[in-house]
């Protein structure tokens, strides 16, 4: 198939111990720079898969052609710089164009591929398409392979990622560059440093070949980026990705639609004001539109939401998103974020005494009385509320506790000469 512009996917080529499928893919890009006919994918699959490593990243690159020679050559390449430790499924595809199967990867991102829709999706591809894998039988990685090849790209943006030659020494983090370059380039550039801890997040942590990703709406600002931090790498690659866009969030009418492994977004009346548990982290009771009850829980570690959480109040109107937790009995949230749609204002209380102000008792349904001064009130008092939570306002995790596919809030995509 000589000629024909093709695809190659490529998936689950780390570990826990080391490797990066970015890494591949670039070494790959550069190889093939004066065939490339887009930038190369980084698209951020399902974060709720219990199976992946990391950030569950899968890689495409479409080039012009490709001789069978270079096919051999590529899967060679890819096999031999796979890890093959753990669980992992290696895997890459080649495709020469066919059907789209922009479901698929659209699924990939939200939801749980089961081995059948694999294989059927395999049959159809099969004519168009080659694949291959490290471990006989271990094909889970073409998941990720088909859904990088496949993706539509309904909003993107991008990441500059550079790499180490040489892994066994510590990354230099060059803290008051990056908070320049922060400066001079958010919003165009994002997640770059936590201002409240003072620390940059362009650093990975891991056993990994990269040295730094900057992420953002332009590759051209990204690329001004790295020379404000006077890289010296000799291997970079500007990614397209879907990193950024929420697109794993998917919007359900009520707790009946939120299945284990998804990430929801959800309105829902607050049923009970939060429970502070041990840790730190806050528990809200939920309800709702169909009355069905659910929980949500703001880790500590979420920081800035988990404060706010804090100051939800029972009868307030919230939409909250976040990963479903695989719990049968109960249907909990992992919040990722909230907005508070309309606020509960006021608060009903036993009234107290006008003349001595202290708590009356009740005598019975809605009567109460003053032990000591002796006189009597009708129903409860009603207290004006203020609160201290922005109405319609994203409250999102701290920086430092943001995943790669959440959206910054504020985040107003731009377009590039390339789309
Ligand atoms: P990276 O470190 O590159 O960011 P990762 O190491 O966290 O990613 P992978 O090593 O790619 O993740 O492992 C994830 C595995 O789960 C892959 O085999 C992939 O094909 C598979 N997978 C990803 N998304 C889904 C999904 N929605 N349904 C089923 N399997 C999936």
Redesign the pocket.
């Known amino acids: 198939m000589c000629g024909l512009p093709v695809w190659i996917g490529i998936?689950?080529?780390?570990?826990y111990y080391g490797g990066?499928?970015?890494w591949v893919a670039a070494e790959l890009a550069s190889r093939f720079k004066d065939r490339l006919l887009d930038f190369p994918y980084l698209v951020?699959?399902?974060p709720e898969?219990p199976?992946?490593?990391?950030?569950?990243?899968?890689?495409a690159l479409k080039l012009s052609s490709l001789t069978d020679e270079e096919v051999k050559e590529v899967a060679s390449f890819v096999m031999a710089a796979a890890r093959d430790e753990g669980k992992?499924?290696p895997?890459l595809l080649i495709s020469w164009g066919g059907e789209r199967q922009e479901r698929f990867a659209v699924?990939?991102?939200?939801?749980?591929?089961?081995k059948r829709e694999l294989e059927r999706t395999l049959e159809k591809i099969g004519p168009t398409s080659r694949y291959f894998l490290k471990k006989p039988g271990k094909s889970?990685?073409?998941?990720?392979?088909i859904?990088a090849i496949n993706h539509p790209w309904s909003d993107a943006t991008y990441e500059l990622i550079a790499y180490r030659e040489n892994q066994s020494y510590e990354r230099p983090e060059f803290r008051d560059d990056v908070l320049w370059m922060d400066s001079l380039t958010a919003p165009v550039t994002f997640a770059n440093f936590d201002r409240e801890i003072g620390k940059p997040l362009i650093y990975p942590h891991g056993p990994?070949p990269v040295l730094f990703g900057i992420r953002g709406e332009d590759p051209r600002v990204l690329k001004a980026g790295m020379m404000m931090l006077g890289n010296s790498s000799s291997l970079w690659m500007v990614f397209k990705t879907n990193q950024g866009t929420n697109e794993h969030v998917v919007a359900v009418n009520g707790f009946a639609e939120a299945y284990p492994?998804r990430t929801v977004s959800i309105d829902a009346r607050v049923a009970s004001n939060p429970a502070i548990v041990s840790g730190g982290h806050v528990v809200i009771g939920l309800v709702d539109r169909h009355g069905s009850p659910g929980q949500a829980v703001f880790y500590r570690q979420t920081g800035n939401l988990n404060h706010v959480a804090r100051r939800i109040m029972k009868g307030d109107l919230v939409r909250i998103w976040g990963g479903v937790r695989p719990e049968a009995e109960r249907k909990v949230i992992n919040g990722q974020g909230l907005v508070l749609i309309a606020p509960n204002t006021t608060y009903e209380e036993v009234p107290s005494c006008p003349f001595c102000h202290r708590k009356m008792r009740e005598i019975n349904a809605g009567r109460y009385i003053c032990d000591r001064c002796k006189v009597e009130a009708v129903g409860r008092a009603r207290l004006q509320l203020k609160r201290d939570i922005v109405p319609n306002r994203i409250y999102q995790p701290s920086a430092s506790a943001f995943k790669?596919l959440m959206k910054p809030a504020g985040r107003r995509p731009i377009r590039t000469p390339q789309e």
């Not at 199976?51 to 890689?59: E, M, P, V």
């Not at 991102?109 to 089961?114: G, H, K, N, Q």
């Open positions: 998936d689950d080529t780390d570990s990066c499928t970015t951020r699959l399902n898969i199976w992946k490593t990391r950030g569950n990243g899968a890689l992992s499924s895997s699924k990939a991102v939200r939801d749980v591929i089961t889970r990685g073409l998941i990720g392979c859904a990994d492994y790669h």
